[in-house]
């Protein structure tokens, strides 16, 4: 994605001096639809696997409730998810590079999203390794980072139809 990006910016800056100012105006426009498509496929990436981990999750949740898991089981559960989690952080820094600048305090948000989720697993797993698990705290945040999700994709859709 790296190398995509310099060679159009590498391109727009060619077609800039060397060309009208239509061409340039053209390439401009294709390069920031370019740039746009390649975040916007981050992002449902990201949130795609934002919500296979915030699924299991709630799932481990239920049956918590449920007396389906004990509290070890449940940390069990929700350790195994870490990993996952950890690979959608690695993700997000790699993304980071391919940010136009016209997306950076989104970005942000996004960034602040996924961090908020994966303390929510760490949280979790001090808590039942403290033998205090907060079943209400817990799903109060969950559902914070539900709604952050959601908002940060209205938000993305509103941008796009600025554009």
């Not at 996952?84 to 997000?92: N, P, Q, T, Y």
Request: charged content about 25%; proline content about 1%.
């Amino acid at each position: 994605m790296k190398k995509l990006m310099l060679i159009s910016s590498c391109t727009l800056l060619l077609l800039t001096g060397c060309g009208g100012g239509e061409d340039a105006a053209l390439a401009a426009q294709e390069a920031a639809t370019e740039s746009w498509n390649l975040y916007t496929d981050a992002f449902t990436q990201i949130v795609d696997n934002s919500n296979v981990i915030l699924s299991s999750y709630n799932d481990s949740m239920d049956n918590l409730y449920a007396g389906v898991l004990g509290n070890q089981q449940f940390k069990n559960q929700v350790k195994d998810l870490v990993p996952k989690s950890r690979e959608l952080l690695a993700l997000l820094d790699e993304v980071i590079y391919d940010v136009d600048s016209s997306l950076y305090e989104f970005h942000s948000h996004v960034l602040t999203l996924v961090n908020d989720q994966h303390h929510l697993l760490l949280i979790t797993i001090q808590e039942a390794d403290d033998d205090r698990i907060n079943r209400e705290n817990l799903r109060r945040q969950y559902v914070e980072i539900k709604k952050q999700q959601m908002d940060l994709i209205q938000q993305l859709k509103m941008i796009g139809e600025a554009q």
